[in-house]
């Protein structure tokens, strides 16, 4: 039994790492460029939520759709002012510049809130349903649902609005886009908007149940890359295959071995599949 | 990016500029204090480390983001053996080329016999990285997490045999590797193996056709650059005396590693040195910038919005742009 509370407590983490690489994945799959800051921002914006909810006692949640906006302006700006302009570049210098955004996050986080871990404090945090003897984090469930809603309503976006077909056709053929006459930079700006809102409301959610530090963007990051790898760079269902895989198989590791070797795992399952599967496990080859 | 021609020869500028650099480099500890020392030490090893990841990423076009890799094993394997053995600490840096060459032969052989490239190779330089981190971060026998320590030794006069002296030591000894490096990609760059590295580099497919084994020179890269970093390893495990897997084989170790490089230059043989010049300074500059300013993170953000400009506005890199103003080259650069 317990270990079903445990696979139940990983599934859930997994849905909401899974809007997180959705949100990397969606930039890759689009703009193709490796969004080396994607932790950086989600942190950033976790701090937004966090400063609320010190200053006015708001609930994560409520601050999420904020958040998200405030995340998707950034996203929408850095695009629009920087990233276009080196849609062309080689990709290592490309890495390296949102490398160095990376740092300038980090760093300011770091000199605005110092480094201590800061927490949000909501009145239910410790309550928990239980479904025939299965016990069940009522913020783990509240927010593995949030992370569902926010991949539905992403998945309606690209399937159901034109702006959202437009993107798709700008992913499959630049050229092609361009030549019917889409705004291709406009759609790359509301692409890596998009992204970056994805990663901000996951901020949010994960804030539920998860202390905030500067120095942890980085580990997020790589989290990020690792399940989207795993479930294929660009392939939307993949992202959430690939959060719950790493969050099941996070949480069992933790439980049966040693909680500090559980990255060992993920890194692990990553280097089996860029061998064997390079284009992950729901990707389509180059 | 430039293909080197054998007919490039240095200009008599570049020369004399080359030797003025070198004498004053040689003079230095005479005049410089302990703490300038230490600085021109980190200078050193950033230029010799990014002189050997150029290897891989400015020659053969590998980009590896896990180098910190190559540095944990060549460190931990001279320390180690050091420690438990008394192995000398240079039969145990040949020991940790060993092993890291080892390390990128089989990275090397399964990615590109997988047919990995670009981002994906990149990621997974990343994977392995992080794995023996973690892995090492669990290894008791080279001190798990709490670190291996090498004992120290009066620092007074220097022992080139065991790696123990003042800072002057090092200096002199990286000042060797540096020119060393640099002499030895000159030669490669200039010979069969640099014009399959870049022929391979622009275009795989075409330089097969001509009948290039792409995959072994490529793993030629990968091992050569490996143990090349894994010499500076062993020499910084014997300058630090500690070594925790956390900060050994961190990626942000490997993207310091990198920045260098990249700053001053991919795939010239000044780059490395520009880059590794600009960076210290910066970085140096940024910590005394603390000490007046007490803001955590101030330094690292400092860091970053010159990194920022940098990339952005010269992407080729600071020594080409340098090369040109003090007209070193000999001919302009191609486009």
Known sequence: MLVLNILLAGLLTGAIYGLMALGLSVIFGVIRVVNFAHGEMMVAGMYVAIVLNARWGVDPLLALPLVAALLFAAGYLLQRGLINRLIDRPHYNQFLVLLAIAILLTSSTLMIFGPDARNAQVGYAFDSYELGGLLLDKVRAIAALGALAGVAALWAFFSLTRTGKAIRACADNRLGAQVVGLDVKRLYAVTFGLGAACVGATGCLLLLFVDVQPYLASDYTLLAFIIVILGGLGSMPGALLGGVLVGVSEALAGFFIDPSLKSMFSFGLLILVLLVRPQGLLGRAA | ?335
């Open chain 2, 1 to 335: 990016m430039r293909i080197a021609a054998p007919s490039d020869r240095p200009s008599r500028r570049a020369l004399a500029a080359l030797g003025l650099v070198l004498a004053a480099a040689l003079a230095l500890p005479l005049v410089a204090s302990d703490y300038v020392l230490s600085v021109m030490v980190l200078m050193l090893f950033a230029a010799y480390l990014g002189q050997a990841w150029n290897i891989m990423m400015g020659y053969a076009g590998l980009l590896s983001i896990g180098h910190a890799l190559y540095v944990g094993l060549g460190a931990y394997t001279a320390a180690a053996l050091f420690v438990h053995y008394g192995l000398p600490p240079w039969l145990g840096m040949l020991a940790g080329m060993a092993v890291a060459s080892l390390a990128g032969t089989v990275i090397g052989a399964l990615s590109f016999r997988f047919g990995l490239t670009g981002v994906y190779f990149a990621l997974l330089t990343i994977a392995f990285a992080e794995f023996t981190r973690i892995l090492f971060d669990h290894f008791g026998w080279v001190g798990a997490s709490s670190g291996l320590f090498l004992p120290v030794k009066s620092l007074a006069h220097a022992d080139l045999v065991n790696l123990r002296g003042p800072p002057a030591l090092f200096y002199y000894l990286m000042l060797a590797l540096v020119a060393g490096a640099l002499a030895l990609s000159r030669a490669l760059i200039r010979g069969r193996i640099g014009f399959y590295w870049q022929a391979i580099r622009e275009d795989q497919d075409a330089a097969e056709a001509l009948g290039i084994d792409s995959f072994r020179c490529k793993l030629a890269a990968v091992a050569l650059s490996a143990a090349m970093t894994a010499v500076a390893g062993a020499i910084e495990a014997f300058y630090y005396n500690n070594l925790y897997p956390s900060s050994v084989f961190a990626i942000g170790n490997s993207v310091e590693l990198m920045s260098a490089p990249i700053v001053g230059g991919l795939g010239t043989l000044g780059g490395p040195l520009v880059g590794a010049f600009v960076l210290t300074i910066l970085g140096e500059s940024m910590t005394a910038l603390t000490s007046v300013v007490h803001i955590d993170g101030i330094k690292q953000w400092s860091y970053g919005a010159v990194l920022l400009a940098i990339v952005v506005l010269q992407p080729d890199g600071l020594w080409p742009w340098l090369a040109r103003r003090l007209k070193l080259a000999s001919r302009e650069p191609g486009p």
